[in-house]
């Protein structure tokens, strides 16, 4: 059986065709426009399909369907994103459509949840019933595998990124204050090197990249702490304490076996990792009497969200009348 | 069939026998000797659980098991009480000494839990698969039900109570800073409450219950917020606050179809759960778009935690294959 995974950004609409060992046989890209409609935008998404499918020399008969990450809240059972803020999309039937468009069954999720179903079938969770991954970027998104299965509570749970965990804090963007992804996701730690190096004109962070003009990313301010820079430590160590408190308190909760993250900030490697370790073993409820999972780096980057969104198609898709209950299903 | 359900408490340890239905044919109480061994108290369980037995005219044969509701972190595949802060415990074999004293099978499983499988099954969230309970008492329990069964994650999950909404705030007996049952316990009401009264000796508070003597409970400053305080308003405001960012984030992650609070507070009514559901469904993400529970209160009281302790036995513990091997387990 062949599958296709379409992982649904804000910048690239990324698609693969996997294979029923979750090998990626082909995958295209293409950047995400959006000035453009909801169908519009399905409508690109479909072709990205066809020409998948035409590109790796697979039948259309032998794909069992589409599967596909969008950011926000997602009503899986009836294939509606019903809202994502980065789109400005509502209640949009993304499965339906689609399906129209392809004439396959189309299954849908959020990204994050796509990208953890992804490391748990072929990367950093396989082998592994109960896992979080949080996705650190412009946002933090989370998804949680429960004895296998996704976890997603009556209708769009895991919303992890909008936990409080400093009341009354830093302003989200939910209208929330304080909520988790304000201090630990990629912008957040963008923002915060941002600010010291507009408050602090002396200090080696501003000097080295505020005057320079480099453009600020999450690695600048591991980068300054690793040349010295007090400030930049304080920033660096202020980050890893939050997105601990986050973690910490999801462990005290799903108590999962495995815990990954993933995004650009990952790539700073132990200078991350080690701390937040620290940290969280620590803070984590009977942490001395209780399995604490190590907080790890997710494996499959990118490929991920593909993987994942490709398999929730199920197995069982490609039998016939699988197939024409799922496009019941889906329109 | 018939069960029984104890619910081990740290004043009392309360016991009932359950027919088919959840009702409770005969109850008993005895007081909690927290001086005693872990093999006393359980010593103990086992005679009331014979009393009741006996007391209530029902033979042994038809007796299934024995279902225990305990504080703590409950290692329920192994019938283990990993960690009680309030008994001193630790890795007590609560499953196999209970059914080594009684001859019965005996499940185990968090306090909390067992409240929460009670109110679903007989309580205010019957026909309901996915609920939350919030436990108000010394510190939060919380019990979560998704799909119609308990959530624990790996093992010891659903510690609600130290998830930190306050970073570096209130200390916290588990070590944290900051966690939500230091904001949102009734000990925590009861705490605040008593340091108004100690700081603001001309208080109304103060005045018509700190000088008179009146024990303070979580009833407190709820009246005296009733009787125009304004430092009582402000206890009750902030109470209601921390709890609500509390129950948002718990709803932002598991989003269910009920969330329901037990506890003393709850007898507060209108003006706990009035305000409290305003806040709420302000701070959930995308309420306007998205099913927001309201906050209910539970109704079963402490019947509660015996119903659901006793459905800890399953219901094909009767038949005399499944006993065995019950036993086996439990043993």
Redesign the interface.
């Known amino acids: 059986m062949y599958r296709i995974g379409i992982d649904l950004g804000g910048t690239n609409i990324k698609a693969g065709i996997t294979d029923k060992n979750n090998a990626i046989l082909a995958q295209a890209n293409i950047p995400t426009d959006l000035s453009k409609s909801e169908c519009e935008i399905i409508g690109e998404m479909s072709e990205l399909a066809k020409r998948l499918a035409r590109e790796s020399g697979v039948s259309r008969e032998k794909i069992d369907g589409i599967g596909v990450g969008s950011p926000g809240?997602i009503d899986s059972a009836a294939g509606i994103v019903?809202?994502s803020n980065n789109f400005g999309w509502?209640n949009v039937p993304l499965a339906a459509l689609l399906s129209s468009f392809t004439s396959a069954p189309v299954f849908v999720a959020n990204d994050a949840e796509c990208a953890a179903l992804g490391e748990a079938a072929a990367g950093a969770g396989r082998r592994c019933g109960?896992l979080i991954l949080l996705t650190l970027g412009t946002g933090i998104g989370?998804g949680i595998i429960?004895d296998g299965k996704l976890?997603?509570?009556?209708?769009?749970?895991?919303?992890?990124g909008?936990?409080?965990?400093?009341?009354g804090?830093r302003q989200c963007t939910?209208?929330?204050r304080g909520c988790l992804e304000t201090y630990a996701s990629a912008s957040a730690l963008i923002r915060e090197t941002n600010r010291v190096i507009q408050e602090k004109p002396d200090s080696l962070l501003a000097v080295k990249y505020g005057r320079a003009g480099l453009p600020v990313t999450g690695k600048t301010a591991f980068d300054a702490a690793a040349a010295g820079d007090v400030d930049a430590k304080k920033i660096v160590g202020d980050y890893i304490?939050?997105l601990g408190?986050g973690i910490?308190?999801l462990i005290?909760?799903?108590?999962?076996?495995k815990f990954l993250i993933s995004g650009g900030v990952c790539n700073q490697g132990d200078s991350l990792f080690d701390p937040l370790n620290v940290f969280v073993r620590?803070?984590c409820?009977?942490a001395d009497?209780?399995?604490i999972p190590l907080i790890e780096r997710a494996m499959l980057g990118n490929s991920a969200g593909i993987i994942g969104a490709a398999l929730l198609v199920p197995e069982n898709e490609g039998r016939p009348c699988a197939r024409a209950g799922a496009e019941r299903k889906g329109g």
């Open positions: 809240v019903k809202y509502e109960n989370g429960v976890f997603r509570g009556k209708c769009g749970g895991g919303v992890v909008h936990t409080v965990i400093v009341k804090g939910c209208g929330r304490e939050y408190e910490a308190n005290n909760v799903f108590r999962p076996e620590k803070n409820f009977a009497k209780l399995y």
